[in-house]
């Protein structure tokens, strides 16, 4: 395949690499570049395809890779085209592309580039080439917070993945995706060539590249495994592996190395405040105040971000203050020109930390001191209970009282090596696709987040197979809500529903749909915070009957039109569950739909019905319902956008 652009290229210099566009419409020597770019090669890009009637065709293009973008472009006689670009900070994968077929274009050597919602796949003239795309784009992703735990190694072609055959383009992928173990550690080095426009940036300084990192344990960790690491809370340890994102290899003051989980410790910054007992990053008003409220100390106190991003907030507790001065008060931390930090004027500090220190031996302003850290820092739960342990010894799990039973089996309470509450599924025989579920486990363990119920492990080598996971004191989110019905503020109602949507925010952040998001699959633990579970686990179902769209037990309620009419499953089918969730938690408890029949809902809900707004509800959150259950999945919200709705609500005490 050969275009004007290759042509003129081959004519002006003999080769691909020597000329470039720039933006006046003219073409330039590569030494002209902007010095940031890190490659730039003609390469060839398959079309997107973002709709089903787009054709499929292969174009020669420009590529240009900088530290922030990129960016391909066409050439036209004097001018230069920007034809689209990539923001490197939505970019969830980069890896090269399996394939088995025929390729019709003549670049033979495909890569793929996951961002937002869809793939660009191009193609490289050789294996060299491409190697060098994709390790200098894994480079400058590797910090990125949206990277993907599994992904599609093959091509997604006339409406099917090659890999998996899955239909769904928006399936989740069907392989474990590793940005550290990947092909990225096998490639060959960075050697120059000619065919290549222009080398990488030359090495950063030596003592730069050795500079070890430091970090600090914000919890203890008692290790479980002779490979692990002892953390002790306030200490520093140096990182010497992140070869898995949720377990580091580190080595401690005294010389002694093992592994870590990730969500332990946090890097050693002059600025950085999750150090600190009393700072909680992500908490929003209603939530300070409902902690403050519950630990009902005098002085009791906690530093947030405020709802301006960048500055801070200290909310504080006054429980035997003067007439009118009892309940919670929230002071902005501000700041000067000159970079210091104030409650009172008069008072100004460096940091912070000082500012903390000195308001928790003098009120100065305030309605009393600071005189107890309030935080709602559970240690949060670790992938797996060591490093690459999923299989977990039945012989080391102790079985307690019944905690109820679902579509799987009877799930216990129970002990993990007679010290660790765990919940432990016991899989009826006949009730699952086992083979696939034991595969797809541990990919699930990698799934960690303080809003899903997480799984430790499995017991596969006997049966019945055991799923271990967290335990959650409070049980269903269903019984929960029903059982305390009259007694929940329309505060807390909302927090339930903020827990819930992150939890799933961070399924979609990682592709991976939940398929049977409602209040029964919610659970709640001893501190009342909400978490997402059994995500995912509808695809190993065998009951035909739950299954089915037409089956008894389909949840036809919480299901969508693309759902209930062609089993097409998305994040955006889980954001229309979501809201029925929301429903649900809104009447505390009550049955949507409950005098219709699964037929009678498919029909309302073809017929633009809805269900009605809840009497704890505002307008607001009633509002946010309906963005929910728009009828095309494009015309509702993402998590992440539901998410920052909700933070906004809660922060509105009018809404």
Known sequence: MTCWFSDQCRRKSGSKKNWIFNGRGKIDQVAEMNMNTILEEILIKRSQQKKRTSPLNYKERLFVLTKSMLTYYEGRPEKKY???????????????????????????YPFQVVYDNSTLY?????????????????????NNNNIMIKYHPKFWTDGIYQCCRQTEKLAPGCEKYNLFENSIKTLPPLMPEKK????????????EEEEEEVVIAMYDFQPTESHDLRLERGHEYTIIEKNDMHWWKARDEYGCQGYIPSNYVTRKKSNSLDQYEWYCRNLNRSKAEQLLRNEDKEGGFMVRDSSQPGLYTVSLYAKFGGEGLSGIRHYHIKETPQKQYYLAEKHTFNSIPELIEYHKHNAAGLVTRLRYPVTPKTKPTTAGFSYEKW??????????RELGSGLFGVVRLGKWRAQYKVAIKAIREGAMYEEDFIEEAKVMMKLTHPKLVQLYGVCTQQRPIYIVTEFMEHGCLLNYLRQRRGHFSKDSLLTVCQDVCEGMEYLERNSFIHRDLAARNCLVNESGVV????????????????????????????????????SRFSSKSDVWSFGVLMWEVFTEGKMPFETNTNYEVVTMISQGHRLFRPKLASKSVYDLMMMCWHEKPEGRPTFHELLQMIDAIAEDTSA
């Open 122 to 142: 191009i193609f490289a003239p050789t294996a060299h080439s491409r190697d060098q795309w994709v390790r200098n784009l894994k480079e400058e992703i590797k």
């Open 82 to 108: 920007r034809k689209g670009s990539v923001d490197l900070s939505k970019i969830k994968c980069v890896e090269i592309v399996k394939n088995d077929g025929v390729i019709p274009c003549q670049n033979k």
């Open 196 to 207: 290549m426009r222009r080398p990488p940036p030359p090495a950063p300084p030596e003592e």
């Open 531 to 566: 978490k997402v579970s059994d995500f995912g686990m509808t695809r190993y179902v065998l009951d035909d009957q739950y299954t089915s769209s037409s089956g008894a037990k389909f949840p036809v309620k919480w299901c969508p039109p693309e759902v209930f009419n062609y």
């Open 391 to 400: 299989e977990i010894n039945p012989a080391e799990l102790t079985f307690m």
